[in-house]
């Protein structure tokens, strides 16, 4: 059965029978507000108005569960008040803390969920640049820019272990990844899944890191961001980068609201960074959302 | 230069702001101020506008959002474009009720009753701004791309995060 490539977290997730069991349950509906174009409460209104059942989340005002089968037909999507985005995955833009007028990258940017909530949190000053290699992923990318009203994007393609230069105040790598902790969104993701395909990923991953962390400014942050559980996509990607230079360190990834898990530091028997313990792993069953893995790297 | 210069050429080229917000001023009378802030550049027959700051020198797929096109006379503003700077526009405005509301975003034509000036204008509903419309001796016929109409949202709509 597929879902047994789950079995190899059974020593690091807590209460793995409710890991195992939240997998089949699908995920609800959720949305982003988008101060770009729509007040938090104007928005709230109108949806009470039309009747749309709704509850922000705990820990993020600006994101909303949505009791509705189709919110992508809601007029206020159409007009760029809301965008449908997975809870967690508002997670790393808040962690980056983009401020406005500064210069900051989307290494993996499509299809511009976190891209455009970005551009919101730098209330469309500065600039953002959303790199996206894939000429056919540009396109949803840009669409999403255009519909919410986003005026501080520029889209570039370049492979992003080659991404030119820089220096960026802060980067975002939220990495290709195996995907396992969208199952509950898409079901058959893991049937995708296995130890050789995560340390295939983890190859393209390591370069993605290195070549953003070469692009930010000394003082600089990279956030780097995964939707899978694989060690060999998360902390061990975080690990090596650590061990290439002296000038980086981790800060604590933690959310008000939001219950994390520490990084892990042993894996198979192996003993990892200590400092490990500051990244994040966010899993399906503590907070009824997908699974998410954050790191926060400050270049000295 | 000339927006519509005849020149085409495929790279983005910084264009003076004056030679847009007169255009945006003469046809809705929006004026110049709403769009400080941003600075624009030609693409080919497209304007783009961007939030205004010094770009990092690299090869760029779009800047910002694409406000216009002027490939042909008149030049055409992009719905993105009239949603964020059209509530400004003081000219060449249509209010619809509901039922014509739906029918504007499902992309069709409908008999309104106007007295705005032939060619573009901005579509209005409930106070938000639904997009571009051409209005033309008593019809209106929606300019909503296809990807952002009523009807097609049921796919594509949501996408992944």
Redesign the interface.
């Known amino acids: 059965m597929y879902m047994d490539c789950l079995d190899r977290y059974r020593e690091i997730v807590p209460d793995y029978v409710g890991f195992r069991a939240i997998q089949s349950l699908p995920l609800y509906n959720s949305a982003r507000i988008n101060t770009l174009?729509i007040e938090r409460e104007k928005l709230l209104e109108r949806l009470e108005e039309e009747g749309v059942l709704f509850r922000s989340f705990e820990w993020y005002p600006l994101g909303l569960k949505l009791d509705i089968e189709?919110?992508?037909?809601l007029?206020e999507?159409?007009?760029?008040f809301i965008h449908?985005?997975?809870e967690?995955?508002m997670v790393p833009p808040l962690v980056l803390d983009p401020q406005p007028?500064e210069?900051v990258l989307d290494l993996c940017a499509s299809?511009g969920?976190k891209t455009t909530q970005i551009s919101q949190m730098m209330e469309?000053?500065?600039?953002v640049?959303a790199n996206e290699p894939s000429l056919a992923r540009?396109a949803?990318l840009?669409?999403?820019?255009?519909?919410l009203?986003?005026?501080?994007?520029?889209?570039?393609?370049?492979d992003g272990r080659n991404f030119?230069?820089?220096p960026f105040d802060r980067v975002l790598v939220d990495a290709p990844c195996s995907s396992e902790g969208?199952e509950r969104?898409?079901p058959g993701v893991l049937s995708r899944c296995s130890r050789e395909r995560s340390l295939d990923l983890g190859v393209l991953q390591l370069s993605l890191l290195r070549n953003a962390l070469r692009l930010t400014k000394p003082g600089g942050i990279v956030v780097y961001s995964t939707c899978t559980y694989a060690p060999e996509e998360n902390e061990l990607v975080v690990q090596e980068v650590l061990e290439d230079a002296e000038d980086l360190r981790l800060e604590k990834v933690s959310i008000a609201g939001l219950q994390e898990c520490p990084g892990i530091t042993e894996w198979n028997g192996k003993r990892l960074n200590d400092a490990l313990s500051c990244t994040a792993r966010y899993y399906p069953h503590i907070n009824d959302t997908g699974g998410f893995y954050v790191a926060k790297i400050i270049k000295n | 230069m000339s927006p519509r210069s005849s020149r085409i050429r495929n790279v983005f080229e910084p264009l003076d702001s004056s030679l847009v917000t007169k255009m945006w001023q003469e046809r809705f009378g929006i004026s110049e101020q709403a769009f400080s802030g941003c600075k624009f550049f030609r693409k080919a027959r497209s304007i783009w506008a961007i939030s205004d700051v010094d770009l990092p020198a690299l090869s760029y797929e779009a800047i910002g959002m694409r406000i216009m096109n002027c490939k042909d006379r008149p030049w055409k503003p992009t719905t993105s474009a009239l949603q964020i700077f059209g509530q400004y526009a003081t000219k060449n405005i249509i209010h619809l009720n509901q039922e014509e509301a739906m029918v504007f975003l499902e992309g069709g034509s409908q008999a309104i009753e106007s007295k705005c000036e032939n060619g573009y204008v901005v579509v209005f509903y409930r106070g938000d701004v639904l997009g571009c419309g051409l209005y033309s001796h008593g019809k209106l016929v929606s300019q909503i791309p296809k990807e952002r109409r009523m009807a097609s949202t049921v796919k594509g709509a949501e996408c992944e995060a």
């Open positions: 174009k189709s919110p992508g037909k007029l999507n159409l007009l760029g449908i985005q997975e967690l995955s007028g210069c299809p969920s469309n000053r500065g600039i640049i540009v949803p840009r669409s999403n820019c255009e519909r009203g986003v005026l501080n994007v520029a889209v570039t393609r370049y030119p230069r820089g969208r969104r898409g």
